[in-house]
């Protein structure tokens, strides 16, 4: 019982640094945010010190930063009767050394760097087995005879609608577990505004799948608000672990579904309060649209996934 309680515990940790990652993963590269702290940069500066203008504050080098967020908010779940994640507490730590760096899960080493451009190799988890945990959906009627899985055949003839349906039970589905994902992260910046491109593998050999994230984003002229776009790609092997339905997750031989690779594009907009210090106030909010070959799997209800979060954030 200790055990369990341990170990839930610890996955809940993961899951909410996991989820900061998501949340704020502006502040690490793709935003210059006025008043937030980032890492020392002027050159005429010493790494033992703090740098500060009129406009930005900057952590120390070689230091780590320490903090959480406490507020209200949620993660929608996409999954049939999946409960929506709560953002209450919020925890962050980061280390920023030379090259070195850590930020929550995200744990990189820079290449390259120079005013406009910068090249990382990290090792970042996969987002999407937030979902799955502690998901507890019951059984799952899946009517065949509308089914788009590809591994359903759309002339199957069926009696009656009865006979058109059949189940998935939720002891029966495989455990979705947390993937690590490893690759090369190149920003760059443009005036107001930064690209960012990550390219990634799993390495921990759940799917062998890949993932592709690429966003843009820019400040809002004269105004403490943000914005960003993006895509985030997930070939086949990927989408099908967390998405596909396998036949040994079925009541019978019917309702498999695999899906394909998936693209699915989001829209992020961040405010952060103006005041100075090491405590300010923060807005964000997400919205992403589903790849169809996602929201068409059995055991997902729901096209978007929408999050949300206001409250304060505390850095020591």
């Known amino acids: 019982m200790q055990n369990l309680f341990i170990k839930q515990s610890l996955f809940f940790l993961m899951t ?12 690490k590269e793709l935003f210059n945010i006025p008043n937030d702290i980032q890492i020392i940069t002027c050159s005429d500066v010493s790494t033992n010190e703090t740098c500060e203008n009129s406009n930005d504050e900057f952590v120390k080098k070689g230091e780590w930063s320490l903090g959480f967020s406490v507020g209200l908010g949620a993660r929608t779940n ?16 980061s280390y920023y050394g030379d090259h070195f760096f850590i930020d929550n899960l995200d744990i990189g080493y820079t290449l390259f760097e120079s005013k406009s ?13 937030v979902f799955f945990h502690d998901w507890d959906v019951g059984n ?12 359903n055949n759309p002339d199957m ?4 609608q009865e006979d058109q349906v059949t189940q998935i039970t939720a002891f029966d589905l495989k455990d979705r577990k947390m ?17 960012q491109l990550s390219l990634l593998k799993e390495i921990t050999d759940n799917h062998g799948g890949k993932e592709i994230r690429l966003a843009y984003a820019t400040d809002i002229p004269s105004t403490s608000w943000t914005t960003a776009i993006g895509l985030t790609w997930k070939d086949q092997y990927m989408t099908d672990y967390y998405y596909g339905v396998d036949d040994s997750e079925i009541v019978d031989d019917r309702g498999a579904y695999q899906t ?31 790849d169809k070959t996602i929201s068409n799997s059995p055991i997902v209800d729901n096209s978007s996934v929408t999050t949300i979060f206001f409250g304060k954030t505390f850095r020591f």
Not at 80 to 87: A, F, K, R
Not at 179 to 195: N, P, R
């Open 157 to 160: 003839g069926f009696a009656d």
């Open 179 to 195: 993937s690590w994902m490893a690759g090369i992260e190149v920003s760059t910046d443009l005036a107001a505004s930064q690209l």
């Open 16 to 27: 909410m640094l996991s989820l900061s990652s998501f949340l704020f993963a502006e502040e």
């Open 78 to 93: 996409p999954l049939v009767d999946g409960d929506n994640i709560p953002l209450i507490l919020l925890p962050s730590f």
């Open 260 to 290: 394909s690779s998936s693209l699915s594009p989001f829209f992020r907009l961040n405010w952060l309060s103006k005041e100075k210090g090491e405590s300010f106030w923060r807005f964000n909010i997400e919205y992403q649209r589903l």
């Open 117 to 129: 451009w910068t090249l990382n190799i990290l090792t970042t988890p996969a987002y999407d087995r």
């Open 140 to 151: 799952i009627l899946v009517d065949i005879g509308v089914s788009g899985s590809p591994t």
